[in-house]
């Protein structure tokens, strides 16, 4: 249903009540992301509350997944029938669980790594690995371990063979292994990876990486709670259909006001 004329905003006053630019909101109407506005007979855009609604979901939900996907899905829930726009909703959260997943896990390892790095007994090179057991003991591939050793992120010994020289990962190497497995599956890049390493070798610097986890945890809860405060709208959205946007291009009022 459509908004009573009285409750017409201007450009300007959508833009004060969102913070908004007037062409952020003129471009953000083009894409999608709001429905159109009504015209008054001068021609200017008239706006209702729902567009102020739709456009502070919009900035939560750019928060929560990023102003690319939010600005996809925010026109796409107009689009798709029920079904298919709540089951995009319900993905942006299995997005973030997983996302918060892997963080846990990688929180986990460093942690389990820190702890056992108090009460290992000395290395013997018996306890190195080669490369295909650590590949199999990471769930990687080898040439997975051959890329992390060119980035300078695991430094494996080479042992003479009769065919020629053959990689062999000490436990210094394997603890530099599966920190990186660790880091890597949470989502932290190759620059990213190798800092932490930097400051862990030795096992001096660990807490700094549980920090960077931790906050990354925390930075993943605030993501969420903004998707939650999107939802709402979004199911409103959902709900509704087309009724809001209902002869919105077509129907003039008054200019005043």
């Known amino acids: 249903m459509a908004e009573p004329v009285s409750a017409a ?5 959508v833009s004060a009540a969102t913070g908004y630019s007037a062409q952020q909101i003129r471009d953000l109407e083009a894409i999608g992301v709001i429905s159109p506005a009504l015209r008054a007979n001068n ?3 008239r706006f209702t509350q729902h567009h102020v609604r739709d456009l502070r979901a919009y900035r939560d939900l750019t928060r929560a997944i990023g102003p690319v996907p939010a600005r996809r899905a925010m026109r796409d829930i107009r689009r ?3 079904d298919a726009a709540a089951a995009l909703v319900r993905s942006f959260h299995a997005l973030l669980d997983a996302e918060r997943e892997r963080a846990l896990a990688a929180r986990r390892a460093l942690r ?3 702890d056992e790095a108090g009460y290992e007994a000395p290395a013997t090179t018996e306890d190195a690995m080669t490369i295909t057991e650590l590949a199999l003991a990471l769930d990687v591939r080898p040439s997975t371990l051959r890329f992390w050793e060119k980035c300078g992120l695991v430094q494996p010994d080479r042992v003479a063979t009769t065919s020629g020289s053959a990689r ?13 497995a660790a ?7 190759i620059p990213d990876v190798q800092r932490a390493l930097d400051a862990i070798r030795d ?13 990354r945890i925390r930075d993943i809860t605030q993501r969420t709670l903004a998707l939650l405060k999107a939802g709402c709208v979004m199911a409103v959205i959902i709900e509704s259909g087309r009724a809001d946007d209902a002869g919105s291009a077509s129907v003039p009022v008054p200019s005043g006001g």
């Open 183 to 189: 880091l890597r599956e949470a989502g932290y890049r």
């Open 80 to 82: 798709l029938d029920p």
């Open 168 to 180: 062999r990962y000490a436990v210094a190497a394997v603890r530099e292994a599966r920190i990186t």
């Open 112 to 114: 389990s790594i820190s």
């Open 9 to 13: 905003l201007s450009t300007a006053s």
């Open 43 to 45: 021609g200017y855009r």
């Open 203 to 215: 096992l001096d610097g660990i807490d700094a990486s549980l920090d960077a986890l931790d906050a």
